[in-house]
């Protein structure tokens, strides 16, 4: 595919950000403060703070710049196992209103801290799949010691086809291309072992769709990769990838936290943090997940940003920031124009027979 | 199923476990150490040395305890990407003729350093699989804080069924139970989410079957929870598995590689690491994966450890105790009475086409 033809489309017009402020653990406060600290930092951005007006307005304060608005949402989705269930049933919930922000071109992204299922069923409810799109991928920036790649799905849609994981290596392409800035992004897929189409059913296929393809493909990568810089974009279906992204954040706390235990024990632990504090701090910023903003769902028609539901104030901020860089690279635009220009030859092995999306996230 | 009747299986007797010292990095150096090591520490045990004799038994040395011998190989089967292609050509690879001593009841366990799927080829096509056991698996056991636990499969069978995956359970049962001594083991599905049932179709199915079942089924696990010891067998597809366990290495590696570059940087490092000496040995000490010997290969009809390529004497002798301990607690035998005792109907549901097992690992 032609990337080259997509980035004249990028553009230095205004974009709105609807933030879903209701969603996420430290709902409606750090939501709030995050979406305000981008707004006074681009005021070439507007900000339209999703959710409860009367708590929002509280919290916003009276000294607003111009670029924030609000828009009521009299429900909102809580952070339990239910939530995405919940969505069908709270019309009025912040998470719908904001996406209904975007379907009605009112807003031009959505970014919410909420929980990721109901994020996703929201954007599949009101946005729509993309043209050409069969399913819908969660991408999520990994951390390594260059900089970060991108990993998707990490649980958008279970039960995926090779000919699904081949569109999340167009559509992660793009996006690490037109908001990450990289060039001719290197797209690998996640299996067992380097050698090329080692893996089950749908690893061969995607590999044939992949080589066949304009993408910059590597052949696969392994696990062990995965702290290295060896793609800018890899590939995987719903259960890898999010297991990874899980034991990412469980494996390092474990350690960071058996380091702290010993930082603590007395006599020695103590004095030894103090002159590892700077080398402490240098490896902090190289896990700083935070820069990352959240995890953009791409297939659907709008730009969606998930960010953590533990995000605080500055992480949201980030979101914000990738959502409205995502939305003036016009991403879902991009996507759309790459699959329609597919020919339906080349793309019609492993069409899966039901056609609604499965929603895999919790 | 009923676990406590296999335990009086459980015996005193002999068991001779033939080691493939021409398998791994640093064959046949260390296998045959390794293999020594733990003759001489267990003269219960007949150790079986596997490989090109002349060169082993110079590496051997003359002061040779009883239970010693050698078999003579004239091939091997090297650490290459064509190991697994090259088991059915070379029909006197120490890995095929240790798999054959094990056939003709001439041993009662392999254990191999050698290439994974090498290892799981030989065994498949030499031992079979055991009756009722739709496809092997290759279990490891994973590190936390408050010991191991068994993760199956890292890559013996691509593309399971649900079935397969509530076979997994029963045989990581068995070795969790008859080989770590863990009573009545927790056994959870690597899964999106912990909500029951969420995950792919096949987790779904397996779902079912081990909520029907008499096994200690606890629900889905997640990646996070990998480091803690919330189940004693935790179950899923090769590529989730094998992904698993390379990121494990990938990223425990990158923490601590960090680390120690701090802890050399000068003028601070150096002696913040002397004061941290102990708590580092602490933390290294839970990391030691050496200890757990290596992963038993389960379903096929004998008893068959592969361990880490890289090992050295010391994992290696952990690896024969391993195999030892299998053979004598007669886990395939368990695992094969435990598949004929179940009710064909129980079991139906998701019997795959194909009678041949992928082989899925390299």
Redesign the interface.
Known sequence: MDLSAVRGATSDRRVRVAVDVMGGDHAPEEPVHGALIHARAHPEDDIILVGDEIRVRAIAGLELPDNISFVHASELVAMD?HAAANVRSKRDASINVAMRLVRDHDADAVVTAGHT?AGVAAAILHLRRAPGVKRPALAVQMVT?TGPFVLLDI?AT??PTGEMLYQYAAMGSLFAEQVLGVENPRVGL??????NG????R?QLATKLLQASDLNFIGNV???????HMADVVV?????G???????????????G??RK??E?KP??P???L??R???R??RR?FDYELSGGSPLLGVNGTVIITHGRARRRMISYAVAVGAAAARAEIPEAIARTFERVPRASAGAAVAATPEPSE???
């Open positions: 196992e299922g010691e649980g279970t039960d996640l299996s067992i072992g380097e050698e080692k893996g089950d059913a690893i392994e696990g062990k990769d995965l702290v290295v995987c279906e719903a259960v890898v999010n297991v990874v992204i899980k034991f990412f954040e469980g494996l390092s706390g474990f350690i960071f058996l380091l010993e930082f024990r020695f632990g004095p030894a943090y002159l590892m700077p080398g402490i240098r490896i190289i895999a996230v919790q």
